[in-house]
């Protein structure tokens, strides 16, 4: 995001040896067993204490996650009833100190439109006799089917600014809310961790209230090492909301900034005195592995050596003949932050191989929606420091200029290309809103109308609007935005977002939400238009 804010309340953007030892130390302030750090231990059997969670599911795939307290063989078995009568079993990984004892397999050859379940099992691998307690988890395959519609949420900005698990208020709670609402899947908008975001014992509300956190070692100081950047993806595991949303509800997940540090960009060097490696690069390559260590992705691989993930973050997920996601990276192949004004620029936000690839996608997409899953928003002005912007607009509501051309390119595409049935839906300002775009309000015209729609934060502070920049004609319909900056989740309800298709008509609605069971505003879009 844009302001650096140091002190206790960061900005709102802002093995065996260290990293199991020090989760194993880590525990709920008062909490309760319910936010303590599974134990390590060497003796007895594997256990899988911090959950199992699916990722990337379509029709006939998807991929399990789990984390194993010592070495041991991942064993998967799946079934169509809870009873496990008949079942299917999927060999997995050897879990190890290489990728801190995480592991997923892939599933394949599944039905599609049905509800599977699954349990984990980890085995000692010198003795495949001893065997952990089995986890378990269920998961909907994408349907084959067109009626069968589809329906999921989706947000981000979680664990930030300070505010941490609660357990005076029950941790994460919108989490629960969320798996109550048994979505097909949850796309997760980026921002999943705060690595650069310290977590304090307690916080001073302004109105004397006092916040309480978890706290672990690894949250003590921004993340520079992998086994800092392994502990902040488990403190988020740390809440039980969290493990039992990731066992009954898949994830497909992106990333943004604070997995590696506030507002980088590639080449980027520090000038931070909190941190000692001041390669932003460098940073990079240690917090993707660790990525690709905690969420199961299609297109990414832990290695069990080296210093960086294999593969990449954008991807398209197929959800059944109504919806293709197009899972953007707007971070990894960005130019620097800038004023943005240049005349020229095929770097852009994207870089020319992803923005080509993401022409190329949609063209082949016979989905009748497209979602454009974004990190960063379109027409959002969002700043880094005095001079320089951090997302796409620049406050110019002139003709397209900086990052803002390769947005031009992309909707100019779009449109004469005649490709129907695409959205935008973001997070990253911590407030929920819903942005129209349209060539008659524009500055640069040659487009089809579009929506954005925003939400979140999931588990952060909550902030004041961000001003809107012409360039492609928003008007801002709804938004619901703090009036002051960086409130706590005690003090401001944290957002969410649904989209739901309905298998007949083929109408998608999408409902802002807040925490609390509150459908804030909600839309109708029709199938099989160019613009909305």
């Given at each position: 995001?844009?302001?650096?804010?140091?002190?206790?309340?960061?900005?709102?953007?802002?093995?065996?040896?260290?990293?199991?030892?020090?989760?194993?130390?880590?525990?709920?302030?008062?909490?309760?067993?319910?936010?303590?750090?599974?134990?390590?231990?060497?003796?007895?059997?594997?256990?899988?204490?911090?959950?199992?969670?699916?990722?990337?599911?379509?029709?006939?795939?998807?991929?399990?996650?789990?984390?194993?307290?010592?070495?041991?063989?991942?064993?998967?078995?799946?079934?169509?009833?809870?009873?496990?009568?008949?079942?299917?079993?999927?060999?997995?990984?050897?879990?190890?100190?290489?990728?801190?004892?995480?592991?997923?397999?892939?599933?394949?050859?599944?039905?599609?439109?049905?509800?599977?379940?699954?349990?984990?099992?980890?085995?000692?691998?010198?003795?495949?006799?001893?065997?952990?307690?089995?986890?378990?988890?269920?998961?909907?395959?994408?349907?084959?089917?067109?009626?069968?519609?589809?329906?999921?949420?989706?947000?981000?900005?979680?664990?930030?600014?300070?505010?941490?698990?609660?357990?005076?208020?029950?941790?994460?709670?919108?989490?629960?809310?969320?798996?109550?609402?048994?979505?097909?899947?949850?796309?997760?908008?980026?921002?999943?961790?705060?690595?650069?975001?310290?977590?304090?014992?307690?916080?001073?509300?302004?109105?004397?209230?006092?916040?309480?956190?978890?706290?672990?070692?690894?949250?003590?100081?921004?993340?520079?090492?992998?086994?800092?950047?392994?502990?902040?993806?488990?403190?988020?595991?740390?809440?039980?909301?969290?493990?039992?949303?990731?066992?009954?509800?898949?994830?497909?997940?992106?990333?943004?900034?604070?997995?590696?540090?506030?507002?980088?960009?590639?080449?980027?060097?520090?000038?931070?005195?909190?941190?000692?490696?001041?390669?932003?690069?460098?940073?990079?390559?240690?917090?993707?592995?660790?990525?690709?260590?905690?969420?199961?992705?299609?297109?990414?691989?832990?290695?069990?050596?080296?210093?960086?993930?294999?593969?990449?973050?954008?991807r398209v997920v197929r959800h059944g003949?109504?919806?293709?996601?197009?899972?953007?990276?707007?971070?990894?192949?960005?130019?620097?932050?800038?004023?943005?004004?240049?005349?020229?620029?095929?770097?852009?936000?994207?870089?020319?191989?992803?923005?080509?690839?993401?022409?190329r996608e949609l063209s082949r997409s016979?989905?009748?929606?497209?979602?454009?899953?974004?990190?960063?928003?379109?027409?959002?002005?969002?700043?880094?420091?005095?001079?320089?912007?951090?997302?796409?607009?620049?406050?110019?509501?002139?003709?397209?200029?900086?990052?803002?051309?390769?947005?031009?390119?992309?909707?100019?595409?779009?449109?004469?290309?005649?490709?129907?049935?695409?959205?935008?839906?973001?997070?990253?300002?911590?407030?929920?809103?819903?942005?129209?775009?349209?060539?008659?309000?524009?500055?640069?015209?040659?487009?089809?109308?579009?929506?954005?729609?925003?939400?979140?934060?999931?588990?952060?502070?909550?902030?004041?609007?961000?001003?809107?920049?012409?360039?492609?004609?928003?008007?801002?319909?709804?938004?619901?935005?703090?009036?002051?900056?960086?409130?706590?989740?005690?003090?401001?309800?944290?957002?969410?977002?649904?989209?739901?298709?309905?298998?007949?008509?083929?109408?998608?609605?999408?409902?802002?939400?807040?925490?609390?069971?509150?459908?804030?505003?909600?839309?109708?879009?029709?199938?099989?238009?160019?613009?909305?």
């Amino acid at each position: 995001m844009s302001q650096l804010v140091t002190g206790s309340s960061p900005d709102r953007r802002t093995v065996l040896r260290g990293s199991l030892a020090a989760s194993a130390a880590a525990l709920a302030v008062g909490g309760g067993a319910a936010f303590a750090s599974p134990a390590f231990a060497l003796s007895g059997r594997p256990s899988a204490a911090w959950g199992v969670q699916t990722g990337d599911v379509t029709a006939h795939s998807g991929l399990v996650w789990v984390r194993s307290d010592r070495p041991a063989r991942m064993i998967v078995e799946t079934a169509s009833s809870e009873s496990f009568r008949r079942v299917r079993h999927h060999h997995g990984p050897l879990l190890g100190p290489g990728t801190d004892f995480t592991g997923t397999t892939a599933l394949r050859g599944l039905p599609p439109g049905e509800q599977i379940h699954y349990r984990v099992t980890l085995a000692d691998p010198d003795d495949p006799r001893r065997t952990g307690e089995p986890v378990t988890g269920t998961f909907r395959t994408a349907p084959a089917r067109r009626r069968d519609g589809a329906r999921f949420l989706w947000s981000g900005d979680i664990a930030g600014q300070g505010w941490g698990i609660n357990p005076d208020i029950g941790g994460f709670r919108a989490y629960e809310e969320m798996r109550r609402l048994d979505p097909d899947f949850f796309l997760c908008s980026g921002d999943t961790i705060y690595a650069d975001g310290v977590i304090q014992p307690s916080v001073t509300l302004p109105d004397g209230r006092i916040w309480r956190n978890v706290t672990t070692p690894e949250k003590s100081k921004v993340a520079e090492t992998l086994d800092e950047y392994r502990g902040n993806f488990r403190y988020n595991l740390l809440d039980h909301n969290v493990r039992a949303f990731n066992a009954q509800v898949p994830t497909i997940v992106q990333w943004d900034d604070h997995e590696v540090r506030n507002n980088w960009y590639p080449g980027q060097i520090l000038d931070d005195a909190r941190y000692t490696e001041k390669s932003v690069d460098v940073l990079a390559a240690r917090a993707s592995r660790a990525y690709a260590e905690y969420f199961p992705v299609s297109t990414l691989r832990a290695p069990a050596d080296g210093t960086r993930a294999e593969g990449r973050m954008h991807r398209v997920v197929r959800h059944g003949p109504l919806l293709d996601v197009f899972v953007l990276d707007m971070r990894s192949y960005r130019n620097a932050n800038s004023p943005g004004r240049q005349a020229d620029d095929t770097t852009g936000i994207l870089g020319a191989e992803q923005l080509d690839w993401l022409k190329r996608e949609l063209s082949r997409s016979r989905a009748a929606w497209k979602v454009l899953a974004a990190d960063m928003p379109l027409g959002l002005v969002v700043t880094d420091g005095a001079t320089d912007f951090e997302a796409v607009a620049q406050g110019d509501p002139g003709a397209p200029l900086g990052r803002e051309l390769q947005i031009a390119e992309l909707l100019r595409f779009i449109k004469h290309r005649r490709i129907t049935g695409t959205l935008w839906l973001t997070a990253d300002v911590h407030y929920t809103s819903a942005q129209h775009y349209a060539p008659e309000r524009a500055a640069f015209q040659d487009f089809a109308p579009f929506w954005e729609f925003v939400s979140g934060p999931l588990a952060a502070g909550g902030f004041p609007a961000n001003k809107l920049d012409g360039t492609f004609g928003p008007e801002r319909v709804f938004v619901r935005a703090p009036e002051r900056a960086n409130l706590s989740p005690m003090e401001s309800p944290q957002y969410f977002g649904e989209v739901d298709i309905d298998g007949d008509s083929g109408e998608l609605t999408v409902r802002l939400r807040a925490e609390g069971g509150v459908v804030l505003f909600s839309k109708v879009l029709q199938p099989g238009r160019v613009g909305q």
